[in-house]
C-alpha cells in the first residue's frame, strides 16, 4: 500500500498491466476464481475463466467444482463440455440481506408500489407493453435509451423486493423466538427481516 | 437517476453483484477511503467511494461508480473543489467506447480514447485507482489518462 508521502511508489510500465501483476500479488487462486465467476452473468469454459483469472486451466476446474458445490456457481453442460456462470439466487441473497437490515415490510412494500407506476409511466409514454417492444423501437441515437436502461433496472429491483418481500417472515426453525429466549430480559429488537442479520455479509 | 450518465445503447441493469465486488477493491486498496456503499438497496443506481481527501486543494473527493450488466461501465470522480472526469465504457455513437471525460468539467463531448483497456471489473477498478493515486500523490490532473508510468 502507498502512503501519501511516497509519490515515486506508483506502477511501472502499462497501468493495465501493473493492474494485473497486483491483482495476482494480492489474491490466491481460489479468490481470483471467485471474484471473476462473480461477474460472469454469460456462460463460459473453464479455460475462459482460467484464463481472465489468471490461473491454469485444472486449477480453475477443481475451484469453479468447489464452488458449484456451494452453489454459487451454475454449471451449464454442453456437447462441447462444462460452461460456468455465476448463480444468480445466491448472488441475489446478498441483497435481498441487506434490504433486510435496512427497511421495514412496510418501506418494501411502499418500494414495490413505486416501482409499479414507474413502469406504468414507461409502458404509457412509449406505448409498449415491456422492455423487448421499447428495444425494437430504438434507434442507436434515440433519447430513449436511458429510459430502457431505468426501466431494466426497475423490472430488477420489483424482482428483488417481491423476493425480499416474501422471505420477510421466513423463519422455519423459528430462530427470533430461540434468540428472544435466549436474551429474556432484554428489550424487543428492531423489527427486520429474516436474512437482516445474516452473518454471511461481513464476507462479501 | 440516470443524471451525469451518456449512455446510448442497451447496457441492461445495474449489476450491483460486480459493483460489490469493486466496493471490496476500493476498501481494502487505500486508507483515505472513508466510506463504500450503494446509495440505496432497494434501488440501486450507483455505488459510492469516498475520499477523506482529494486531489490538491480538494479536502474530500468521491467516485460514483455504475457497473451494467453487459459489462459497461462509467467511474465518475467529482470533489470538494468541483472537479470532475469520468472514465466510461458503453456505446456511444461516432465515439470511442473506452473514452475518458476530462477534468474540470467532465463534458459529454470531446471525449478522448480511455487509456484503460482491460474489461475485466476488478482490473478495471484497480487501474482506476491506480490512476487517481498517482494524481494524489502529484497534486495533478494532467496525467489522469496517461497508462504509462513513468509517463
Redesign the interface.
Known amino acids: 500500500m502507498t502512503s501519501p508521502d511516497a509519490p515515486t511508489e506508483h506502477w511501472e510500465g502499462d497501468v493495465n498491466e501493473a493492474a494485473v501483476e497486483d491483482w495476482k500479488a494480492d489474491t490466491t487462486t481460489f479468490e481470483r476464481i471467485r471474484q471473476v465467476i462473480d461477474v460472469t452473468t454469460e456462460p463460459q469454459s473453464a479455460k475462459q475463466i482460467a484464463e481472465r483469472a489468471r490461473v491454469s486451466e485444472p486449477t480453475a476446474r477443481k475451484h469453479l467444482a468447489a464452488l458449484a458445490e456451494t452453489g454459487r456457481v451454475k454449471t451449464i453442460t454442453t456437447d462441447t463440455g462444462s460452461r460456468y456462470m455465476r448463480a444468480p439466487q445466491m448472488l441475489a441473497m446478498q441483497r435481498i440481506a441487506d434490504i433486510h437490515r435496512e427497511h421495514t415490510k412496510d418501506e418494501i412494500r411502499q418500494a414495490i408500489q413505486d416501482l409499479k407506476s414507474e413502469r406504468r409511466d414507461f409502458q404509457e409514454r412509449y406505448d409498449v407493453g415491456d422492455i423487448d417492444e421499447l428495444t425494437l423501437k430504438l434507434e442507436p441515437d434515440d433519447d430513449g435509451w436511458q429510459d430502457l436502461t431505468r426501466w431494466q433496472q426497475v423490472e430488477q429491483n420489483l424482482e428483488i423486493a417481491q423476493a425480499a418481500l416474501t422471505l420477510y417472515d421466513f423463519d422455519p426453525d423459528d430462530s427470533r423466538s430461540a434468540a428472544a429466549r435466549a436474551s429474556e430480559g432484554r428489550t424487543a429488537t428492531r423489527e427486520r427481516g429474516a436474512l437482516g442479520d445474516n452473518p454471511a455479509h461481513s464476507a462479501a | ?2 443524471e451525469q ?1 451518456d ?12 459493483l ?2 469493486i ?2 477493491v476500493f476498501a ?5 477511503v472513508e466510506e463504500a456503499a450503494f446509495d440505496s ?5 450507483k455505488l459510492e467511494i469516498r475520499f477523506s ?1 482529494g486531489i490538491g486543494d480538494a479536502s474530500w473527493c468521491r467516485f460514483d461508480i455504475r457497473w ?2 453487459k459489462g459497461y461501465y462509467s467511474f465518475h470522480h467529482t470533489d470538494e473543489q468541483g472537479v470532475n472526469f469520468r472514465f466510461d465504457y458503453h ?1 456511444k ?1 461516432g465515439m470511442p467506447e473506452k473514452h475518458f471525460h476530462s477534468p474540470p468539467e467532465a463534458r459529454s463531448a470531446n471525449v478522448e480514447q480511455s ?4 474489461t ?5 477498478a ?2 482506476i485507482h ?2 487517481w ?2 494524481a ?3 497534486k495533478s490532473v494532467e496525467l489522469l489518462n496517461e ?4 509517463p
Not at chain 2, 120 to 124: D, F, N, R, T
Request: charged share 25%; with cysteine.
Open positions: 437517476m440516470t450518465t449512455i446510448e445503447g442497451n447496457v441492461g441493469p445495474i449489476d450491483d453483484v460486480t460489490e465486488g466496493r471490496s481494502n486498496l487505500d486508507g483515505l438497496r432497494l434501488d440501486p443506481t481527501d451494467f450488466q456505446p455513437p487509456c484503460i483497456t482491460t475485466e471489473p476488478m482490473l478495471v484497480r487501474a491506480s490512476l493515486r498517482r494524489y500523490d502529484t497508462a504509462e508510468n513513468p
